[in-house]
């Protein structure tokens, strides 16, 4: 998972407490906390989301500068071919959109900016 995020994404790897089974992640000026299922904030969780369920439906990372013919091929290049860009309602409006999975299934949204041509929210 970290790979993924690192690699994939852009993130950084910024604090980990091993105590807690937590690694934070910052991209942009968002923080990602992934916490080890095994771990001690884990057991306290429950159970990992799997086919029965999920705890989130997904996250999403705004990209600017948004490029995203750069960000298909970035995908393809780690493995991920076969997304494409969507225009999808988000916080901003409607604007361009790429859904992918992580390795454990969590849906990530990377969201470019609002189409100038919507109404501003």
């Not at 992640?25 to 799997?50: C, M, Q, S, T, Y």
């Not at 970035?74 to 361009?96: D, E, N």
Request: with cysteine.
């Amino acid at each position: 998972m970290l790979r993924f995020y690192e690699l994939v994404l852009g993130a950084r790897l910024e604090r980990t407490l091993e105590n807690l089974g937590l690694y934070q992640l910052r991209i942009g000026n968002a923080l990602i906390d992934l916490v080890d299922v095994e771990g001690k904030l884990g057991r306290e969780g429950g159970a990992a989301p799997g086919e029965g369920g999920r705890n989130v439906d997904h996250i999403c990372l705004q990209v600017l500068p948004w490029d995203g013919d750069a960000i298909l091929a970035h995908l393809a290049a780690h493995g991920m071919g076969g997304v494409r860009i969507s225009t999808r309602y988000g916080a901003q409006g409607f604007g361009p959109s790429i859904y992918i999975a992580d390795p454990e299934g969590n849906t990530v949204e990377l969201k470019g900016p609002p189409d100038p041509a919507q109404p501003p929210i």
